[in-house]
Every structure is written in structure tokens, then in C-alpha cells.
């Protein structure tokens, strides 16, 4: 909880490679996300043993410290993000239709239609497609939610 706090304060959202933080498992319950790729540099921190943070720069010295317990930093990566792409509005167009109450997808695509660390623009894209074609979408009191049997598409990034 105190680390929680912590890195809500210091304005880092987190990703422990849980489903409910990760953008393509899709549970439209929230999300949270700052300026998109395009509108203001953001990276990905993977530690060594587990969990991923997302910074601003400079991004060398924040993931340093938040990989400091977690075995050392394993890597850092742009965000990769899909916001102003066909796939992202068609996405957000199927989630917002339904004019569920809470944060519409397009008020927070920073956070829906960005990939999680590893992912490439395509597969980022190919997600968002497959999701707005085969997504079911459904409200609840407060927000809106999506399933779809779509995977990672990590093929699509091979080099």
C-alpha cells in the first residue's frame, strides 16, 4: 500500500504485467494515462524480476530507481502508441457507442491504445482492430467493459 501511494504521488503508473493494468486485457473499468507518445515522450522500465513502470523522462535514472529492488533494470523502451490511428478510434468509437456513465475511451486513449512493453506499432494496431471487431462491449454502473478473444500479435514485431 505505502509503495502504491508512492508511486501515485510521483505521478508513475504501474504495470506488474497483471491483466487489470494491462491495456489489451480490456476490462474498460478505468484506466489512467498521461500525454500520449506523440504529445509527450513517455517509456517503458522492465525490471529484471518482474514489473514494469512507465516514466517520463529522464527515464534512465527513474527506472534505475524503481528497478533497484526488483533485480536491477532489464530494459527500456518507448511507449508505443496507436492514438490518431484508424484502429484507435474505431476501437474507442465501439466502447464510447454505448454511452456508458464514468470516463468515455476516448477521454483516456493514452491509456487504451497503447502497447505494453515488448509491443511494436503493428501489434498495438492489430489489437485495436481485432478488439473493435470482435470486442463485446457492455456497461456497468460506473463504466464500460470489453472482452475479446484477441491475442498480443508479437509475430507482427519480429525483426
Do not use: Y
Not at 517503458?44 to 524480476?49: D, R
Not at 489489437?127 to 507482427?156: N, R, V, Y
Request: hydrophobic content about 30%.
Amino acid at each position: 500500500m505505502k509503495l502504491a501511494c508512492l508511486l501515485l504521488a510521483s505521478s508513475v503508473v504501474i504495470s506488474t504485467g497483471c491483466s487489470d493494468d494491462d491495456p489489451s486485457a480490456d476490462d474498460g473499468s478505468g484506466g489512467s494515462g498521461g500525454e500520449s507518445a506523440s504529445g509527450s515522450e513517455k517509456w517503458w522500465c522492465t525490471c529484471a524480476e518482474g514489473g514494469s513502470v512507465q516514466v517520463d523522462p529522464p527515464a534512465e535514472s527513474q527506472c534505475a530507481s524503481f528497478c533497484q529492488d526488483l533485480g536491477g533494470m532489464l530494459s527500456v523502451e518507448p511507449v508505443i502508441s496507436a492514438v490518431g490511428t484508424a484502429e484507435c478510434d474505431a476501437f474507442c468509437a465501439a466502447a464510447d457507442a454505448l454511452g456508458c456513465p464514468g470516463d468515455s475511451c476516448k477521454s483516456k486513449e493514452d491509456f487504451w491504445c497503447e502497447g505494453t512493453p515488448g509491443d511494436c506499432m503493428e501489434a498495438v494496431k492489430a489489437q485495436l482492430q481485432c478488439k473493435a471487431e470482435m470486442g463485446e462491449f457492455s456497461c456497468d454502473d460506473d463504466s464500460w467493459q470489453s472482452s475479446a478473444p484477441c491475442g498480443t500479435f508479437e509475430e507482427l514485431c519480429a525483426e
